[in-house]
């Protein structure tokens, strides 16, 4: 597509339940990052991608946070057993490729999914 | 570690004003530089760079500096619009991710 599209945009559970988000970066783009933006927080860094792996997951809060990426493209975040401190914006960003492999900084973000547990 | 620091918001000027927004960086060597911008309802994006020291980045009116003595890359623009109306993060580049800071809120009244 032509932007990295995310989805969905918005996301009320309650606590105790599981939520996938997903991400579908640009196409061609080989790295895919996942960050979190809470309230009154800067971004907060999660899990990088290098096509299906993930080189970089220490970012994750807890062994509750899980992603996947398959295919080189689409990249889901799950969420389990979720907490009212997991409610943030979930931002996805991808680039041609990683910061490792040369990349220039430039990351490509979608609009976010906004998850609120209750 | 690396972190990046920059002032708390919301920031509030009239149009026309003078802006400045203080970033200020901790990072092992001299890593390239970053001002983000994410306008509401839409995602981050990429405002300006700077790869080294004393390179200055300029994007839509706005600059800013790479200071290695002070550490800083504090944003600047001349004359804000309200279009300008967003908020801004300072970031810096990791070894393997970008690092941000918190993110200032900036309102321009008309």
């Known amino acids: 597509g032509a932007g990295v599209s995310q989805s969905p945009s918005n996301k009320v559970t309650e606590k105790g339940k599981d939520v996938e988000l997903r991400c579908d970066p640009i196409s061609g783009h080989t790295a895919l990052y996942w960050y979190r933006q809470s309230l009154g927080q800067g971004l907060e860094f999660l899990i990088y991608f290098q096509g299906n792996s993930a080189p970089d997951k220490s970012g994750l809060p807890s062994d509750r946070f899980s992603a996947e990426r398959t295919g080189g493209s689409v990249s889901t975040l799950t969420i389990q057993r979720t907490q009212q401190e997991d409610s943030a914006v979930y931002l996805c960003?991808?680039?041609?490729?990683?910061?490792?492999?040369?990349?220039?900084?430039?990351?490509?973000f979608g609009e976010g999914s906004r998850l609120t547990v209750l | 570690g690396n972190s990046v620091t920059q002032m708390e918001g919301p920031v509030t000027l009239s149009e026309e004003a003078f802006l400045t927004i203080n970033c200020t960086y901790t990072a092992t060597g001299y890593p390239s530089l970053f001002w983000y911008v994410q306008y509401p309802g839409e995602g981050l994006q990429l405002l300006l760079k700077a790869t080294k020291a004393d390179d200055k980045g300029s994007n839509k009116g706005f600059e800013a500096t790479y200071r290695k003595e002070t550490t800083s890359f504090h944003l600047e623009k001349g004359s804000v619009q309200v279009s300008d109306s967003a908020v801004y993060f300072c970031?810096?580049?990791?070894?393997?991710?970008?690092?941000f800071g918190s993110g200032t809120r900036l309102s321009i009244r008309p």
């Open positions: 970031a810096l580049k990791g070894a393997s991710k970008i690092i």
């Open positions: 960003a991808s680039s041609l490729v990683t910061l490792v492999a040369g990349s220039t900084g430039e990351l490509f």
